[in-house]
Nanobody, 123 residues
Framework: QVQLVESGGGSVQAGGSLRVSCAAS????????MGWFRQAPGKEREGLAT???????TYVDSVKERFTISRDNGKSSVYLQMNNLKPEDTAMYYC?????????????????WGQGTQVTVSS
């Protein structure tokens, strides 16, 4: 059974930082593309960043200068370091995993999803 479990969300003031984590089980983690997404109330889900099995990363423009995705294959985990947070970053943050033969892009349909962790940024 595949499980992705996010943690590390919380409340922070604008300008602050948070790191959210995602632990995976039930998959050959090291070969999977991992991604971070978010969804704010009343808005569509937004892809933020991806990281391939080899560590190549992509970001959407809105977070490129502030967020950093990383992975630790030994811990079957992926992380999203978020700096200089803004109130508009308030959302539920989800990690997702995609099969290694698929293109590692937020535009792809990811196969496995976590339950999410809430990030709230106050002004």
């Amino acid at each position: 059974q595949v499980q992705l479990v996010e943690s590390g969300g919380g409340s922070v003031q604008a300008g602050g930082s948070l790191r959210v984590s995602c632990a995976a089980s039930g998959i050959t983690y090291s070969s999977y593309c991992m991604g971070w997404f978010r969804q704010a109330p009343g808005k569509e889900r937004e892809g933020l960043a991806t990281i391939t099995s080899g560590g190549s990363v992509t970001y959407v423009d809105s977070v490129k200068e502030r967020f950093t995705i990383s992975r630790d294959n030994g811990k079957s985990s992926v992380y999203l370091q978020m700096n200089n947070l803004k109130p508009e970053d308030t959302a539920m943050y989800y990690c997702a995993a995609n099969s290694p033969w698929r293109i590692c892009s937020v535009r792809e349909s990811f196969r496995y999803w976590g339950q999410g962790t809430q990030v709230t940024v106050s002004s």
